[in-house]
């Protein structure tokens, strides 16, 4: 099932301001060479995560889930002034296509991409972060709010992708997949540690702030 239409997700980006020539690259790149490319951001989702980024000032900001670095460099053109970016990146063959992606970027000294485990990584993190975008294995995403939320300052933005697994969600008879991500969803609607909105844009974004 399809949220939206393939025309209304092409109408909608070709009314959301242009990315530079490198995103396009990727983007073509990623259809052409990489598995699951479906997983790449794309230009209206990006350039959300980016506007967000600019609106809060980001100056730190974590990402779990690299992919070939699309959102990454979205996220990275808003950071404030002498901000970081870190990403976290298990495969190790997908990040060093991304980090060559971002050697030839402007972002390239404020994003550091980091291989391995996120629950190995992240004991070795010591920032306080402003955003956070969780776009890596769902079967760990509470574990990875639940660390955003402890680690976040007061205000930051806590983002969670494909939170409506293709419309799945609304089944009467989910399977086992589609269950987790359900549980998951009813925890952060019940988290008072959070305000939150659920927006059906591509496979869905839960946008929750920190209180």
Same mark, same amino acid.
């Given at each position: 099932?399809?949220?939206?239409?393939?025309?209304?997700?092409?109408?909608?980006?070709?009314?959301?301001?242009?990315?530079?020539?490198?995103?396009?690259?990727?983007?073509?790149?990623? &259809?052409?060479?990489?598995?699951?490319?479906?997983?790449?951001? +794309?230009?209206?989702?990006?350039? *959300? *995560?980016?506007?967000?980024?600019?609106?809060?000032?980001?100056?730190?900001?974590?990402?779990? +889930?690299? &992919?070939?670095?699309? @959102?990454?460099?979205?996220?990275?053109?808003?950071?404030?002034?002498?901000?970081?970016?870190?990403?976290?990146? /298990?495969?190790?063959?997908?990040?060093?296509?991304?980090?060559? $992606?971002?050697?030839?970027?402007? &972002?390239?000294?404020?994003?550091?991409?980091?291989?391995?485990?996120?629950?190995?990584?992240?004991? =070795?993190?010591?920032?306080?972060?402003?955003?956070?975008?969780?776009?890596?294995? /769902?079967?760990?995403? !509470?574990?990875? &709010?639940? #660390?955003?939320?402890?680690?976040?300052? /007061? +205000? @930051?933005?806590?983002?969670?992708?494909?939170?409506? #697994? !293709? +419309?799945?969600?609304?089944?009467?008879?989910?399977?086992?997949?589609?269950?987790?991500?359900?549980?998951?969803? =009813? $925890?952060?609607?019940?988290?008072?540690?959070?305000?939150?909105?659920?927006?059906?844009?591509?496979?869905?974004?839960?946008?929750?702030? !920190?209180?």
């Amino acid at each position: 099932m399809e949220i939206t239409t393939s025309a209304i997700d092409h109408y909608c980006a070709l009314h959301t301001t242009l990315v530079h020539d490198l995103l396009h690259r990727i983007e073509r790149e990623t &259809y052409l060479e990489v598995l699951q490319p479906h997983m790449l951001s +794309g230009t209206v989702q990006g350039q *959300l *995560l980016s506007m967000l980024c600019s609106l809060i000032n980001a100056e730190f900001v974590l990402e779990f +889930g690299t &992919y070939t670095g699309y @959102a990454t460099l979205c996220m990275a053109q808003a950071l404030a002034n002498n901000g970081k970016l870190i990403t976290l990146e /298990k495969n190790d063959e997908i990040a060093e296509r991304a980090q060559q $992606y971002f050697n030839q970027s402007n &972002y390239a000294s404020q994003i550091d991409l980091r291989v391995g485990n996120a629950i190995d990584i992240l004991p =070795t993190l010591t920032h306080t972060f402003d955003f956070v975008f969780i776009d890596a294995d /769902k079967k760990n995403n !509470k574990l990875y &709010y639940d #660390w955003s939320v402890t680690h976040c300052r /007061k +205000g @930051a933005l806590i983002i969670i992708d494909n939170v409506l #697994w !293709k +419309g799945r969600v609304t089944n009467t008879t989910p399977d086992k997949d589609t269950q987790a991500i359900m549980e998951f969803n =009813t $925890y952060v609607n019940n988290d008072n540690r959070t305000e939150k909105i659920m927006l059906p844009l591509r496979d869905g974004l839960y946008l929750t702030r !920190k209180l």
